[in-house]
């Protein structure tokens, strides 16, 4: 039981490249979520999936999209990179529904992208 | 839209001390989640409270679900060198699909 896992583990870009960050999860979770880290600004949620075929946007999507085909898979693409995209990107993923014991989320060690 | 507090923002204190930081929020939430996150890697989940009032422990670690719901904190007795890290609280609200997050307290031991 690997848990999330994310690869690639570090990208370097250069400016109008894309890049495809994959995300999986081997805990049969319904939901499973893009967040990006940068310094002082804690976590912000890029794109959600509440399941197999759904998405939605987080509150920093612009740039972004993802695609969820599989329930153990989650893809976050930029199709354009920009220098303001280097951060470091955390996927993550819960199974339960919200204020039920099962309401725990789990998250991936990340990816360091950094767009030049 | 919601918003967590959470205090202090960083600590440095003597190995052996106890440490104490805590969330608030403007609104009720159903679960609250705290991690602890080292320097390179992903959020781990430390401990979580489903239950207004709920006192929960793991290891050197406590956590409570304030009773009016909209606050929570964590305690770590002891600290040792090992829990040096930026400690993260979140909350959900009944029927939310997504966890909001507070800023994080850096915890800095002093050995």
């Known amino acids: 039981n690997a848990g999330v896992t994310q690869t690639p583990k570090f990208r370097v870009l250069k400016t109008g490249q894309s890049m495809t960050l994959l995300c999986a999860q081997d805990m049969n979770h319904e939901y499973m979520y893009w967040y990006r880290q940068d310094p002082g600004m804690g976590l912000r949620l890029i794109h959600y999936s509440v399941g197999e075929g759904t998405t939605a946007k987080g509150e920093v999507p612009d740039g972004y999209n993802v695609s969820r085909l599989k329930k153990q898979n989650f893809l976050l693409g930029l199709e354009s990179a920009a220098p303001s995209q280097t951060s470091v990107y955390f996927c993550?993923?819960?199974?339960?529904?919200?204020?039920?014991?099962?309401?725990?989320?789990?998250f991936g060690p990340g990816t360091r992208l950094t767009v030049l | 839209g919601q918003q967590l507090n959470q205090s202090p923002q960083s600590m440095f204190i003597q190995e052996g001390e106890d440490v104490s930081m805590n969330c608030t929020s403007s609104s009720i939430f159903n679960t609250w989640l705290w991690y602890k996150q080292e320097p390179g890697e992903g959020p781990v989940l430390l401990i979580a409270?489903?239950?207004?009032?709920e006192l929960t422990s793991n290891g050197r670690l406590t956590a409570q679900f304030g009773i009016t719901r909209k606050d929570s904190f964590l305690n770590i007795s002891a600290s040792i060198p090992s829990d040096v890290g930026i400690y993260f609280c979140a909350g959900r609200s009944q029927g939310a699909q997504k966890l909001v997050f507070g800023q994080g307290t850096r915890l800095t031991i002093n050995p």
């Open positions: 993550a993923s819960r199974s339960g529904l919200a204020g039920t014991s099962t309401d725990t989320q789990y």
């Open positions: 409270l489903y239950k207004a009032g």
